[in-house]
């Protein structure tokens, strides 16, 4: 029997079915066509890009409504942002994560602040570094980093208004406290106005081809912790170099024989290395958190945190526990505390703790309020949005 030559349309709708489509009461619907499909993304993107610059129009209004000068300091609010994002995480139903909205959503908001004049945020530098890729993640690529070498600096660029805001590390999961941003805020009047938690994974990068040219491995000091027991296993014979960043290893690297640096995938990008090993860090949940610090306080948010600085004056017995008692007294929970010695005489220390919620909530209010009265020293370094992921 001669065979039949299928039409156009049997042949369209075969283009059209899923390869399940012939599966009997379970097969997936008819395929909608591919330039349909673009099309519609086509007027997606149009519609999405009208409601970008209208949203970005008002974002004008509000600047020119709360100041004359147009500076972007002026009218930044970071309870606001991080009320933004919070109503964007809870809204999402995917396919996008949950990340990759925040993500979205705080570059949107970063473009439109930028209109006037964009954010200067100085980071514990140079390029390359973990610092960097919080301010990113906290403002948004519109805004102008200012990379500075040292923890201190970053403080005095902020104090001295050169910079508007300031990111620099306090604590890494694996590591524990970076006590030399902790001091700062013994002398400093700069206030905390947000955290930031990155991610951090480790990579091992260098102009060699293999590891088995590196004679030395170059990084801060907590990147050389964080992998030691990875380095213990794979590079024993190696001498590891503390240095003042991950990026100035990653420089090292670049410019010595026989070097290899523990950085980002960005310091390999930015120096022009050979990523020898990824992933090296000793624990898979190894987090940074980061402090941005500005001139001044900022509202609550509904989801925040404090932070203070506090000494109990005397070493009785008890005196601690005196101190903290109100927080339990009005059901505030500390989440942190860690004690540095004061610098005014030996033996004598200062105690730096977080709070849940915001100086302006009536619960912490009490307590702070009966706090101080117990404390020979007493000062609120910020309420701040607790960081949404």
Same mark, same amino acid.
């Given at each position: 029997m001669?065979?039949?030559?299928?039409?156009?349309?049997?042949?369209?709708?075969?283009?059209?079915?899923?390869?399940?489509?012939?599966?009997?009461?379970?097969?997936?619907?008819?395929?909608?066509?591919?330039?349909?499909?673009?099309?519609?993304?086509?007027?997606?993107?149009?519609?999405?890009?009208?409601?970008?610059?209208?949203?970005?129009?008002?974002?004008?209004?509000?600047?020119?409504?709360?100041t =004359?000068? %147009?500076?972007?300091?002026d009218?930044?609010?970071? #309870?606001?942002? =991080?009320?933004?994002l919070?109503?964007? @995480?809870?809204?999402?139903?995917?396919?996008?994560?949950?990340?990759?909205?925040?993500?979205?959503?705080?570059?949107?908001?970063?473009?439109?602040?930028?209109q006037?004049?964009?954010?200067?945020?100085?980071?514990? %530098?140079?390029?390359?570094t973990?610092?960097?890729?919080?301010?990113?993640?906290?403002?948004?690529?519109?805004?102008?980093?200012?990379? @500075?070498?040292?923890?201190?600096?970053?403080?005095?660029e902020?104090e001295?208004g050169?910079?508007?805001?300031?990111?620099?590390?306090?604590e890494?999961?694996? #590591?524990?406290?970076?006590?030399?941003?902790?001091d700062?805020?013994?002398?400093? +009047?700069?206030?905390?106005?947000?955290?930031?938690?990155?991610?951090?994974?480790?990579?091992?990068?260098?102009? +060699?081809?293999?590891?088995?040219?590196?004679?030395?491995?170059?990084?801060h000091?907590?990147?050389?912790?964080?992998?030691?027991?990875?380095l213990d296993?794979? @590079?024993?014979?190696?001498?590891?170099?503390?240095?003042?960043?991950?990026?100035?290893?990653?420089?090292?690297?670049?410019?010595?024989?026989?070097?290899?640096?523990i950085?980002?995938?960005?310091?390999?990008?930015?120096?022009?290395l050979?990523?020898?090993?990824?992933?090296?860090?000793?624990?898979?949940?190894?987090?940074?958190?980061?402090?941005?610090?500005?001139?001044?306080?900022?509202?609550?948010?509904?989801?925040?945190?404090?932070s203070?600085?506090?000494?109990?004056?005397?070493?009785?017995?008890?005196?601690?526990?005196?101190?903290?008692?109100?927080?339990a007294?009005? #059901?505030?929970?500390?989440?942190?505390?860690?004690?540095?010695?004061?610098?005014?005489r030996?033996?004598?220390y200062?105690?730096?703790?977080?709070?849940?919620?915001?100086?302006?909530?009536?619960?912490?209010?009490?307590?702070?309020?009966?706090l101080?009265?117990?404390?020979?020293?007493?000062?609120?370094?910020?309420?701040?949005?607790?960081?949404?992921?």
């Amino acid at each position: 029997m001669a065979s039949r030559k299928p039409n156009k349309g049997a042949r369209a709708a075969r283009v059209r079915r899923s390869p399940a489509a012939a599966d009997g009461p379970g097969a997936t619907p008819l395929v909608a066509d591919l330039e349909n499909i673009r099309d519609s993304i086509d007027s997606i993107d149009i519609r999405i890009q009208t409601l970008l610059n209208q949203r970005a129009r008002f974002a004008q209004l509000v600047g020119i409504s709360k100041t =004359a000068s %147009g500076k972007a300091v002026d009218f930044y609010r970071p #309870e606001r942002e =991080a009320q933004v994002l919070r109503k964007a @995480l809870k809204r999402n139903q995917g396919p996008l994560r949950n990340e990759e909205v925040a993500r979205l959503f705080r570059e949107i908001m970063s473009a439109c602040l930028a209109q006037q004049e964009p954010l200067k945020v100085a980071f514990l %530098g140079p390029e390359g570094t973990f610092s960097q890729a919080a301010v990113y993640k906290h403002f948004g690529s519109s805004v102008r980093a200012l990379p @500075l070498p040292a923890i201190d600096e970053v403080f005095h660029e902020v104090e001295a208004g050169i910079a508007d805001f300031g990111v620099v590390p306090i604590e890494n999961s694996s #590591e524990g406290t970076v006590n030399h941003t902790l001091d700062m805020f013994l002398t400093s +009047m700069l206030k905390i106005c947000g955290e930031v938690e990155v991610r951090v994974s480790h990579c091992l990068m260098g102009r +060699m081809t293999g590891m088995a040219a590196v004679k030395r491995v170059c990084a801060h000091p907590q990147a050389l912790a964080q992998c030691r027991g990875w380095l213990d296993e794979q @590079l024993p014979d190696a001498e590891r170099v503390p240095v003042s960043s991950n990026a100035e290893g990653a420089r090292r690297a670049r410019d010595e024989r026989g070097t290899a640096a523990i950085a980002g995938r960005a310091a390999a990008e930015i120096y022009g290395l050979t990523l020898l090993a990824t992933d090296i860090e000793d624990r898979p949940d190894n987090t940074t958190r980061f402090l941005v610090v500005g001139r001044k306080l900022f509202a609550a948010s509904g989801t925040d945190k404090t932070s203070l600085l506090v000494s109990a004056g005397n070493d009785d017995s008890g005196a601690l526990f005196r101190l903290l008692e109100p927080l339990a007294k009005h #059901e505030v929970n500390m989440t942190r505390i860690e004690s540095r010695p004061s610098r005014k005489r030996k033996w004598d220390y200062v105690f730096f703790i977080d709070i849940e919620g915001h100086v302006g909530d009536p619960a912490v209010a009490q307590a702070l309020a009966a706090l101080q009265k117990r404390a020979s020293l007493f000062k609120v370094l910020g309420s701040y949005p607790r960081a949404v992921l």
